[in-house]
């Protein structure tokens, strides 16, 4: 429970002008540039109230998701909204449906 605990805590969201970078860990990112991005997704799940956010690449996958919970994920989306990339608002997708745009 405490490495679960210790792993859940590390992950970062680090957002500037020109990109997106998710972190675990300290070392292990994934990052994608803002140019990159068409769409992202906020997924709001009614069973525990959890949201859900996530980003596209030009090709309609999901290359990041993030909990609502984490530090700077509300940032993505209003950068999102800043640079007018187009922002959807569901309700209780699957994991599959998330996957793909």
Not at 82 to 100: F, H, M, P, R
């Amino acid at each position: 429970m405490l490495a679960l605990t210790l792993f859940l805590s590390s992950i970062r969201c680090t957002v500037s002008e020109e990109y997106l970078q998710k972190s675990y860990l300290g070392s292990f990112s994934k990052r994608v540039e803002w140019k990159n991005v068409p769409c992202l997704k906020v997924v709001e799940r009614t069973d525990n109230k959890e949201v859900i956010i996530a980003v596209y690449n030009e090709n309609g996958k999901c290359v990041i998701d993030l909990d609502s919970e984490m530090d700077n994920a509300w940032h993505v989306v209003k950068m999102a909204e800043a640079k007018n990339i187009e922002v959807k608002y569901e309700k209780d997708l699957s994991l599959k449906q998330i996957s793909q745009l």
